[in-house]
């Protein structure tokens, strides 16, 4: 049986589509903190294969908070 693919929710208006569903949670625990510019890049960088705390880096040095 296949499993069912559970839609991720947008973070701050920013789309989680093509994110695991542990970073997208996370993503939203994080977001309560920072800026909606700071969670479009490191939905960026994530889709583009970085993990968490390396997108977490590179969005801090782009945009700040």
């Known amino acids: ?5 559970k ?3 947008p ?4 789309s989680t589509e093509g994110l695991t569903s542990r970073q997208a949670k996370t993503l939203q625990k994080h977001s309560v903190h920072h ?7 490191m939905v960026k960088a994530m889709k583009a294969g970085a993990t968490f705390g390396q997108s977490h880096k590179k969005a801090q040095r782009k945009v700040g908070t």
């Open 1 to 5: 049986m296949a499993k069912a693919i």
């Open 7 to 9: 839609k991720n929710k």
């Open 11 to 14: 973070v701050k208006g920013v």
């Open 35 to 41: 800026t909606k510019k700071h969670i479009a890049a």
